[in-house]
């Protein structure tokens, strides 16, 4: 079998005494759209940036596509194929549109030239800077965000800015995308609207996706399979709809 | 007529300095988010290079010189004594620049004593233009300030690293996890920064040719002033900042009865512009969201 594009080992975080996250055990193969839920304060969140390097692990280990990349830095996760959104969206505000997703393709090597090319305004500065510019149009126009490009980020519209940080993260070329409820905020219709953007974006860029999400119906339509967190640990995980009945789960849920 | 020609010229040209000084102090402080009060003793440790190298009676050496020396002492001034407080209090971040600043004032003291050096980089002598006499020298660094500020400004907004640098300023945290490398980014901020100084540097030796140990102080303190006052942060209000306050400085100077008050009421300019506009003329504009 091949090997699976993330796999967490005994994953764990803790806060002083406090236990964010223990022994979480995630495989998630090519392809898939994994879901990541549990109720409020489960760490659901630390596990992303548990993932995104932002926190670094008391215990256990990852892998990305069979390569060790926990305790790198933020930076290097990012370069290695791990890209995220928020879940309060975090845009770079004052920048246009397309300059949002030019900063995502910013750390990809096709697009580097050095700090002298700039200086000297060299012809592959320009070149450089043309098809970063390209690129970033071809993904506007798949979040249909092409007409807003040259508009500053923060008059987009709710809904719009959610599918902006998502255009930004799949800009800095990533085998693993994370999102952070990407749901949290629309309306009926703006969801359905995102998970056919999700799928499409499975299909068309062969990427896999990890998300965080509240909304059942959302993750149930959406999602292969799903880890339930409760308390930092595991407590449940499988097919999706099979889990989503799991007696333990509808006990954290509802309490009691 | 005549000396209100020369006047702005001359304050433009002054201005044009604090400007390229307060634009090493508004870009650091917009990406590391602090106060870095050697920045002004940058500008004397250009101006001893010059001074060592104008040995070689070379003046394009000797900048040359002073440039990529300013350049490498900024980057490992920040690489020893900033980067290890990354994420510490702003307080200790400060002190420790203040620190820095008497360790360099100190360290030029000893080295090159006390007493004011002279040093002729180049006499341009001067020309007289609709009946007003200029120093060349002040036309000379009024030119070059405009095309290294358009120059800045190209850089930051069409090249990749500029780009970035903007993203950085704005959510170092979100820049870092789309594939930013931030100290690379800091990194270039200040040897940026620490090259504008060493400019800097350079146009006050040629408006005056004497150097001291606290030649950076004043104009670093000035040019702390400008960046506040066109809103720290923000490049074009740095630039807008230093001119402001040059020909403030040029004109009190020229009036006989405020003359000696010249840098209280550059400072008072500061304080006002605190109070009616705290962000400054073109600082970003801060609404809590309720």
């Not at chain 1, 499975?202 to 799903?226: N, Q, Y």
């Not at chain 2, 050496?61 to 510490?88: D, Q, S």
Request: hydrophobic share 50%; glycine share 10%.
């Amino acid at each position: 079998m091949a090997e699976p594009i993330l796999r967490t080992q005994s994953l764990g975080i803790s806060f002083g005494g406090l236990k964010a996250a223990q022994d979480v055990n995630i495989t998630i193969e090519k392809n898939q759209i994994y879901g990541l839920i549990g109720p409020n304060g489960a760490g659901k969140t630390t596990i992303f940036n548990l993932l995104t390097g932002v926190y670094k692990p008391t215990t256990g280990t990852f892998f990305l596509d069979g390569e060790e990349i926990c305790g790198l830095s933020q930076e290097k996760i990012n370069h290695k194929g791990i890209a995220r959104t928020f879940q309060n969206i975090r845009l770079f505000n004052n920048m246009s549109v397309i300059r949002n997703v030019m900063v995502g393709l910013h750390g990809q090597s096709e697009y580097k030239c050095s700090i002298w090319d700039s200086f000297f305004r060299l012809p592959r500065h320009f070149k450089s800077e043309r098809e970063m510019r390209e690129r970033a149009k071809e993904l506007l126009r798949i979040f249909d965000l092409e007409e807003e490009r040259n508009g500053l980020a923060c008059n987009l519209p709710y809904g719009k800015q959610r599918k902006l940080e998502i255009a930004r993260a799949l800009a800095t070329g990533p085998k693993l995308l994370l999102l952070d409820e990407p749901a949290a905020g629309m309306n009926p219709h703006e969801t359905e609207d995102l998970q056919k953007t999700i799928r499409f974006i499975r299909d068309e860029f062969d990427m896999t996706i990890l998300l965080i999400e509240h909304d059942m119906k959302f993750v149930a339509d959406l999602c292969d399979k799903i880890t339930v967190l409760n308390f930092g640990t595991v407590l449940a995980e499988g097919d999706t709809k099979e889990t989503l009945r799991h007696p333990e789960v509808v006990r954290a849920y509802i309490g009691g | 007529m005549e000396l209100i020609l020369s006047t702005v010229i001359n304050g433009l040209s002054l201005g044009g300095i604090y400007a390229m000084i307060a634009l090493g102090y508004t870009m650091v402080y917009g990406i590391a988010k602090m106060l870095n009060f050697a920045h002004g003793d940058i500008i004397m440790v250009g101006g001893y290079v010059i001074y060592v190298f104008m040995a070689f009676h070379n003046p394009l050496l000797a900048i040359l010189m002073a440039v990529v020396f300013c350049v490498i002492l900024g980057v490992v001034i920040e690489k020893v004594a900033y980067k290890p407080l990354r994420g510490a209090s702003p307080l200790a971040v400060l002190i420790t620049a203040i620190g820095i600043s008497y360790l360099l004032q100190s360290l030029a003291q000893i080295i090159f004593g006390s007493a004011n050096k002279m040093v002729t980089v180049y006499d341009f002598g001067s020309v007289t233009f609709l009946g007003a006499t200029v120093q060349v020298s002040a036309l000379v660094t009024l030119g070059v300030t405009v095309i290294v500020m358009a120059a800045l400004t190209l850089f930051v907004k069409y090249t990749r690293i500029g780009r970035a640098m903007i993203a950085v300023s704005e959510d170092k945290g979100a820049a870092q996890l789309m594939g930013i490398n931030v100290d690379g980014i800091i990194t270039v901020t200040f040897a940026i920064g620490s090259a504008l100084a060493a400019l800097a540097g350079l146009f006050y030796l040629l408006k005056a040719p004497s150097i001291s140990s606290t030649l950076g102080a004043m104009p670093g303190i000035k040019a702390f002033t400008a960046a506040v006052i066109g809103g720290i942060g923000s490049i074009p209000g740095a630039m807008l900042g230093g001119l402001l306050l040059g020909i403030v400085e040029c004109i009190s100077y020229k009036i006989t009865v405020i003359a000696p008050y010249t840098d209280a009421i550059e400072f008072s300019i500061l304080i006002i512009i605190l109070l009616v506009r705290p962000t400054g003329f073109l600082g970003k504009k801060r609404r809590e969201k309720v």
